[in-house]
């Protein structure tokens, strides 16, 4: 169905039938439209399940929609795997670390006696050689032990990284609905496949409802934003508050799909109305007329 077509064919109806009757300047009729949502699917696979159709109402964090998720799951197992074998690598190079520290200090304390004989003329200078290499090499052992350690390190916090993209992956196989509201449009069907980022329904948002009327620029002086309206329903016995949520900075010419004779060279400025819908009584497309107040 082409709401916008509709929405606008209402306007013109309504508003000319303001014109002829309506004898309060300031009374405006408008239509009632939700917000637009096309919902999409983060990540692409075919489509195991879809679990609502067009016109149904659904609910904020309402499931809609499951995508095959077998190969995910096959990846996240063998990034486990490779994170158990990092446990083991830990382990082993944890122990060849401690054996090199150790090996460290005996050679420390080994080359502080033969130091303290070769300055007392006890031993030739060959020994002291000896003994500095052997320092020289257990030295690079053990920081290359550090270093080995230090890169396992690195690659199990890559891998943890790489878990969660794959769990996020996972989890967003599950659609939910980010709003409540009416779907309107269904993109793909069951048994589908989807790609990654596009919409897989359009769901109009009807929690929070907005009509644009347009006002002469003599009326603007008496309007700002978040100025309190009143919206009246044929049907509904009691009025709904509404308010300005924005005016147009700029005067146009009344839009030619809603143009009489009386009003087809007047300036106006586009105002929105914003009407809070937490019970679900106003629909889309509904018309409306809102009363300024003096």
């Not at 309402?62 to 446990?87: G, K, N, P, V």
């Amino acid at each position: 169905m082409n709401y916008k077509g509709y929405f606008w064919l209402l306007m013109i109806i309504f508003f000319v039938f303001d014109c002829g009757n309506n004898k309060n300047n300031n009374s405006y009729t408008g239509v009632l439209e939700g917000t637009s949502i096309n919902v999409p699917v983060l990540t692409g696979g075919k489509i195991i399940e879809l679990l609502i159709n067009t016109g149904d109402k659904v609910e904020k964090s309402q499931r809609l929609a499951i995508i095959d998720s077998t190969e995910l799951t096959y990846q996240r197992q063998q990034l486990q795997a490779t994170r158990t074998e990092l446990d083991v690598q830990t382990k082993i190079a944890t122990t060849v670390l401690a054996s090199a520290q150790k090996d460290l200090s005996y050679i420390k304390e080994k080359h502080e006696r033969v130091k303290k004989l070769y300055e007392n003329k006890s031993i030739p200078q060959q020994n002291l050689d000896d003994i500095n290499n052997q320092l020289q090499n257990v030295k690079s052992a053990f920081t290359t032990s550090q270093q080995k350690l230090q890169s396992i390190a690195a690659r199990r916090e890559q891998l943890q990284a790489q878990i969660k993209i794959i769990e996020k992956k996972i989890k967003d196989t599950v659609v939910l609905a980010p709003c409540q509201g009416i779907v309107v449009t269904k993109y793909f069907e069951s048994g589908e496949a989807i790609p990654r980022f596009s919409p897989l329904v359009e769901i109009i948002d009807i929690s929070k409802m907005t009509t644009k009327i347009y006002i002469s620029e003599k009326q603007l002086v008496k309007i700002k934003n978040g100025q309190k309206v009143t919206v009246s329903i044929d049907g509904l016995d009691r009025n709904l508050p509404g308010r300005v949520s924005w005016i147009s900075p700029k005067a146009e010419f009344t839009p030619k799909n809603i143009l009489t004779p009386e009003t087809r060279t007047s300036l106006v400025y586009a105002v929105k109305i914003s009407i809070e819908n937490e019970d679900g009584v106003l629909k889309q497309g509904m018309p409306v007329v809102v009363e300024l107040g003096d």
